[in-house]
């Protein structure tokens, strides 16, 4: 058994709406700090933080494969030998095309549907607090046992 941070969900959610919000073209300096926040969330789901996920698993492929793109395209570099690195944007780099963020919006519906359904048969409990059973209790009013 294992003990899950259900705050995970909402960090993921926040994140993921915030780089989703962007409307138009968008400078990658501009979302830089959103983007880098919804990429970490969206490859923690897949390494299976807070929880494995099964359905959902190729609708948060489709989400990170999209976020690579982007990273290619707006913050990574290559150098002449072939290795890849990372670029600080520019103020005058090519914007992102309010497109991509259309396709994005698209994609994160189309992960919730699943997502919301494999959440509905996650096994999940809550266990009731019973006397003074409980950790806090026990160190400060032991004496009501």
Known sequence: MERINQFAFYEMGKALKQFAAYRGNVSPETCMHDFFGARAQVKELLEGK????????????????????????????????????FKYPKPDDAPIQ???FDYFRHLIST??????????????????????????????AADQT
């Open 50 to 85: 807070p929880l494995p996920i099964n359905f959902s698993r190729s609708a948060t492929g489709a989400m990170k494969e999209w976020l690579d793109q982007i990273f290619e395209t707006h913050y990574e570099t290559i150098d002449a030998q072939g290795a890849k690195t």
């Open 98 to 100: 309010g497109w991509r």
């Open 111 to 140: 992960f919730e549907t699943v997502f919301e359904e494999e959440m509905r048969e996650a096994t999940t409990y809550f266990v009731p607090r019973r006397g003074i059973y409980w950790t806090p209790a026990l160190v400060d």
